[in-house]
């Protein structure tokens, strides 16, 4: 089982044992929570804690990501959030800690480190006013991550494989786009490119013909656009780093710690809006710290309802069996139903009016949900059998990228103006 | 047809067990409960059959990625296979064929409504890819996307008939016995959470729930007063599978209970007018003639338009008679043995002291089991042709097929699931603790009596959850725990199987008449010393 030539090799037990592992180390996913809800002292907020816990716990999200396409996020995420319960305790050292250990385990997290470096400069490493350095703090924070660090890649660094672990961890080689889109700013500026491919020739538009079949190709490979212009990785980074600091400035001005878990949620946003060669599963990074702030008022909810939508559709062509279709979709309609009701009880209303006409835009949102899974999902293949295969692969991405940019967009504005 | 006052039924409760729930709750009577407590308000109760459907669904769903019955295992491959290849010959095959053709791969042995419903999966799966189903060529076909299709197949039918009638069972029993609708939730997901049915249809693959779901709906329409519809609907369960005759006597003494009155009573011998008086069996009969040829007619003609495609159309070479002979002779098998496998009736486990087989011709041995099976089915029937209350007749419907379980000739381990379903379907009636934990032990025992078959299918998984699950849910307290069997002898275990489900069986048997009794009223002279004080002390305990 664990030689490791026996590529491809599944035996019926392999596969209990592994997806038992999944479900053992989702365990540290279940305590973080449980840990989440008992920080928390006023007996309101704390209601809707534990629903907050229950529905990320039971997040379609990690049954079909961890459970059905086999990855750690559980307990990632458990980790992350035991991270940020310290973070809203003011166990600022622990916190950094952890995220460190996080870090090591998977380096995705990167995407949200910049939130970290922020806030813990200014609330653990900084005094009351800036020129007020915090020395022995300072210390005890950088011995510590250095110190997990080098025990995570000291071995590597010790026999010389250095270039080629970040080689892996960074393959800079892949595309924009991963070849399913990930439903973000890109997967709407493909699908702009795709459309304007038929529409082009009227508008007397250049098409690099080259290219036309680039970004449906199916293989992880370099997207090209065929009538918009090809986006390089600087723009990418250009684009992720501006949004980042935006936000990076309110919370290191206004250190707290709701504040900060919106930077976590914005940085984790941006890199998924704008970054070079997203993955879909990427989603998490934003959803599951918004679930964390999504109590917070009528309004938070109202911009985290399209992101909860989105997200969880945009993983369905993730397990695209013809047996799993069944479980994914009924799963994902029990948690919306259940979930939002839920919400829709024990949120506070707003203190303050609100400014996007989010609802109106969700209702519809929605209604256009459901034929869209149903046609994606059902009748394509009935109508096309297995050509043009990558149609409802598009709608899929573009529909959940609108979805996904809303709620960005509001949460944003939320955080800048709250 | 209106439901009788709410306030006459209270005063009744109180007399009896406690049945609700909803009045101790939050104090945690049982997890499925605690489960279902948030859809109590009445903003989220519009959200509780939903929530109950779909969950249901996950769950069925995620056994139908175990294997089913005879994967993988060529010549003769299994249940699976004779299915899909009912499917093939009816697409292919003039109806004059079916019953012939041949009998030796997999020849068709239900009875024509199965047929019928093969035919139709049949052509729509045709339709999506006709390998499936192509004649002789097909045969022991597997397919991933066959699979997924066939299983598909189990769920629509599933949810189109077995469900709504479950659902709609629920309401009318707890309609007729008065209990609230936070309890009938709880009673409608304990119904489809009973883990045996799940694991039959879905895993092993089998299509119970389409005879089950039109017996249960027929069951529905006798407690809605709607005789006609249900025993056109009972006759078209039979007509899916002939298991269904399990429940037949029961559903036959009701009916003629109905149509029977005894002077004395009067005419109020429906619904719940009995008021305890002995069983006058020498006073004045009244028959309702009206009613009983009407339901004479229903059954008949019901009966007539499934069978009367095959009369019309027998073919050049046969006659009608011949074809409907040959159904008969193919959907009752006379000449198989006394039991199959190891089943956990009265002959397999006495087996031990007693070998049948060996002392006894089949002849003497079909006429002794004939004589025990009417002897056990005696008194339920007994007591719903005397009693015919809306209440007795899920009970009368469980003892029967408890009895004909225990006693009848040729009784497959899977036939455990007519008297398991019959006997979950009480608790839609009410929730008292005796009940639940009855309920609980028998869905258990049941499972476990099944378990060499479904190891043998690699369902293992699946049984450890369903029934976990179920423990976990409802049978929380009360049930006994087989942890400590070994599986070192084989054989042995299986009997050792056999024969303790068999006990556990007897037992529920006995309860179902008992818990009869008691709601027939029958028991009521003895409760006023002893039991009086048992159920003061019961009411205690629960309040």
Wanted: aromatic share 14%; hydrophobic share 50%; glycine share 8%.
């Amino acid at each position: 089982m664990l030689q490791v030539k026996n590529l491809n090799y599944a035996s019926v037990e392999t596969v209990y044992f592994q997806r038992l592992s999944v479900i053992v180390t989702e365990l540290v996913l279940v305590l973080s929570l449980r840990r989440f809800v008992n920080v928390q002292t006023n007996p309101q907020t704390k209601k809707g804690a534990n629903i907050i816990a229950l529905s990320l716990l039971l997040s379609p999200a990690f049954l079909i990501i961890d459970h059905i396409h086999f990855q750690y996020n559980g307990m990632m995420f458990g980790i992350l959030i035991f991270s940020l319960t310290d973070a809203l305790t003011d166990n600022l050292l622990r916190s950094g800690i952890l995220f460190a250990i996080l870090l090591c385990f998977k380096h995705i997290y990167l995407y949200i480190a910049p939130a970290y470096f922020a806030y813990l400069l200014r609330r653990y490493c900084l005094g009351k006013n800036l020129l007020d350095v915090r020395l022995f703090n300072c210390i005890k924070l950088g011995v510590s991550i250095v110190s997990i660090f080098s025990v995570a890649f000291g071995y590597f660094v010790a026999i010389g494989q250095i270039p080629q672990l970040l080689s892996r961890l960074f393959p800079f080689s892949r595309g924009l786009c991963h070849a399913y889109w990930a439903p973000n700013a890109w997967a709407l500026y493909a699908f702009a490119d795709r459309i304007l491919i038929h529409v082009a020739p009227r508008l007397n538009l250049n098409i690099d013909s080259a290219s036309l079949g680039s970004a449906t190709r199916g293989l992880v490979g370099d997207t090209s656009f065929a009538v918009l212009p090809n986006i390089p990785p600087r723009v990418t980074f250009v684009l992720t780093l501006a949004v980042q600091l935006v936000c990076l400035v309110k919370v290191f001005l206004q250190p707290t710690p709701t504040r900060f878990i919106g930077a976590v949620t914005l940085c984790g946003f941006a890199s998924f809006m704008f970054g070079w060669h997203v993955h879909e599963k990427a989603v998490l990074l934003p959803l599951v710290p918004f679930s964390l702030l999504a109590l917070q008022d009528r309004r938070y909810l109202g911009a985290f309802r399209p992101l909860a939508i989105a997200g969880h559709i945009s993983l369905f062509p993730l397990v695209f069996k013809a047996a799993e279709f069944p479980i994914k979709s009924a799963y994902t309609i029990l948690w919306i139903m259940v979930f939002f009701m839920t919400f829709d009880t024990v949120v506070p209303v707003a203190k303050s009016q609100r400014i996007f006409l989010l609802d109106r835009f969700e209702i519809v949102y929605m209604t256009v949900g459901v034929p869209l899974i149903l046609y994606t999902e059902l009748f394509h293949f009935a109508i096309f059998g297995s050509r043009l295969e990558f149609l409802p692969l598009m709608f899929t991405s573009a529909y959940c990228a609108l979805g996904i940019l809303g709620s960005f967009l509001g949460f944003f504005v939320l955080y800048l103006t709250g | 047809m209106a439901p009788p006052p709410p306030a006459s039924h209270k005063a009744r409760k109180r007399k009896r067990h406690v049945r609700s729930y909803s009045m101790q709750l939050p104090s945690k009577p049982f997890p499925l409960a605690s489960l279902l407590h948030p859809l109590r308000t009445s903003s989220m109760r519009r959200l509780a059959i939903p929530t109950v459907l779909i969950t249901a669904f996950i769950f069925r769903w995620a056994v139908t990625y175990g294997p089913h019955s005879g994967e993988n295992t060529p010549p003769m491959y299994g249940d699976f296979e004779a299915q899909r290849h009912w499917m093939e010959l009816t697409i292919h095959l003039p109806i004059s064929e079916w019953y012939w053709y041949d009998l030796q791969w997999w020849g068709l042995d239900y009875p024509p409504l199965t047929a019928y419903h093969s035919w139709l999966c049949g052509k729509i799966g045709s339709l999506v890819n006709p390998s499936w189903f192509s004649l002789l060529t097909s045969r022991g076909h597997e397919s991933y996307n066959h699979k997924v299709f066939m299983r598909a197949t189990v769920a629509v039918s599933d949810y189109l008939i077995y469900i709504p009638s479950v659902v709609i069972f629920t309401k009318w029993h707890s309609r007729a016995s008065g209990t609230d609708k936070y309890d009938r939730i709880i009673a409608l997901a304990i119904l489809l959470s009973s883990p045996g049915l799940i694991i039959i249809d879905y895993g092993h693959f089998q299509y119970n729930s389409v005879m089950l779901g039109l017996c249960i709906l027929a069951f529905a329409n006798f407690l809605a007063d709607r005789l006609l519809w249900g025993s056109l609907l009972f006759v078209m369960g039979l007509g899916f599978k002939q298991m269904g005759l399990y429940y037949a006597p029961a559903v036959f003494a009701y009916l003629a209970g109905l149509c029977v009155s005894f002077g004395g009573s009067g005419s109020n011998t429906r619904g719940d007018g009995g008021n305890g008086n002995g069983i006058d069996i020498g006073g004045l009969l009244k028959v309702d003639i009206q009613t009983l040829t009407l339901l004479g007619i229903t059954v008949i003609s019901t009966f007539g338009i499934m069978v009367a495609p095959f009369a019309i159309f027998h073919g050049p070479d046969k006659t009608a008679l011949e074809q409907l002979g040959q159904m008969v002779h193919r959907v009752f098998p006379f000449a198989r043995g006394l039991w199959e496998d190891k089943v956990a009736n009265f002959w397999c486990a006495t087996n031990i002291v007693f070998k049948y087989r060996e002392r006894l011709s089949t002849p003497t041995l079909q006429k002794v089991s004939l004589f025990l099976t009417i002897l056990a089915i005696l008194p339920p029937c007994l007591l719903l042709f005397l009693r015919p209350k809306k209440r007795l007749l899920p009970w009368g419907v469980a003892g029967c097929a408890w009895g004909f379980f225990l006693f009848s000739f040729q009784v497959h381990e899977k036939s455990v699931l007519l008297p398991m379903v019959a006997m979950t379907l009480v608790v839609a009636g009410g929730l008292d603790r005796d009940l639940l934990s009855w309920v609980g032990w028998a869905n258990n025992v049941a499972m476990f009596s099944m378990w060499p078959l479904l190891k043998r299918e690699g369902l293992g998984l699946q049984y450890t959850v369903l029934t976990g699950l179920w423990r976990y849910r409802v049978a929380y307290c009360g049930a006994y725990d087989y942890g400590g069997i070994v599986e070192r002898f084989p054989d042995i275990w299986v009997v050792g199987n056999a024969v303790l489900c068999f006990g556990a069986f007897g037992c529920m048997y006995i309860w179902v008449l008992y818990r009869m009794a008691e709601e027939a009223g029958l028991l009521d002279e003895y409760s006023v010393g002893g039991g009086g004080e048992d159920e003061k002390e019961r009411l205690k305990k629960v309040e």
